[in-house]
């Protein structure tokens, strides 16, 4: 299982050199993940430590462990709660919340869909009021064009352990984060902290407050979207509803 920490997304979670060695060590995944966790608030068990009569986040929330498979989708998994604990702890807090509530149709409810789509395919995106409005248009080649140099005063933390996993195996131009907003450059050290503000809110996340980014098309991030035809891709880059598709 090697993992190539020099990818912008990788490093785009600014883990610690150490953490990053005893990540790479020989041994299942639970067991690299406590030699890489330096005191954070949470531990990992073999996934066959999971009773068959206890759901997955009911079974966190009670013992302060986290089940894990011996996968690279675990894996990453086990990373973001290292890197992000309050904010992993506030989706398990939700999510056991809303489990408390049973729904009559029998369904996960906007809430824990919205967790859901954030936990797998989430991220935080500072960047300049030009480059927003250009995205939450989707006025694709304006975004990563036209303004690409503003590019330079953003930054993209990539939080979705699926969303990793991806970009680690099988790189490739449609995978799409689900962003939130950071009207302030994230700072390493109050990251987390913000981002489990920003989960706080169970109302605010069941009208699912997430911008969607083709992650690929951010410069620097894949060399293919040196070339301005990258961006022509509709398939991927789709313009807003109504809008007109302009070369």
Not at 74 to 87: H, K, Q, Y
Request: glycine share 8%; proline share 9%; charged share 20%.
């Amino acid at each position: 299982m090697h993992v190539d920490w020099a990818t912008p997304w990788l490093c785009s979670l600014s883990l610690p050199a150490a953490m990053q060695e005893a990540l790479g060590r020989h041994g299942a995944v639970a067991e690299r993940l406590n030699a890489a966790n330096g005191g954070q608030p949470c531990a990992f068990v073999d996934d066959s430590g999971l009773p068959a009569d206890r759901g997955y986040e009911q079974f966190i929330r009670s013992t302060g462990t986290i089940p894990t498979r011996d996968n690279l989708h675990d894996f990453f998994n086990g990373v973001v709660w290292l890197r992000f604990p309050r904010a992993k702890a506030r989706i398990n807090e939700l999510h056991v919340a809303e489990l408390a509530r049973p729904r009559s149709d029998g369904r996960r409810g906007p809430v824990r869909d919205a967790l859901t789509v954030f936990d797998e395919n989430g991220a935080a995106l500072h960047a300049p009021p030009a480059l927003w409005d250009a995205l939450t248009h989707r006025q694709w080649h304006r975004l990563f064009v036209d303004l690409r140099p503003l590019w330079r005063e953003a930054r993209l933390v990539v939080f979705g352990h699926a969303l990793l996993e991806q970009l680690a195996t099988a790189p490739r131009k449609p995978l799409t984060a689900h962003v939130l907003r950071a009207d302030a450059p994230p700072a390493d050290a109050a990251l987390d902290g913000w981002l489990a503000g920003q989960l706080a809110d169970a109302r605010r996340l069941a009208a699912k407050p997430f911008t969607p980014l083709p992650v690929l098309g951010v410069p620097g991030w894949w060399p293919a979207s040196e070339d301005a035809a990258f961006y022509g891709d509709t398939a991927v880059f789709r313009p807003a509803r109504g809008a007109q598709v302009t070369a």
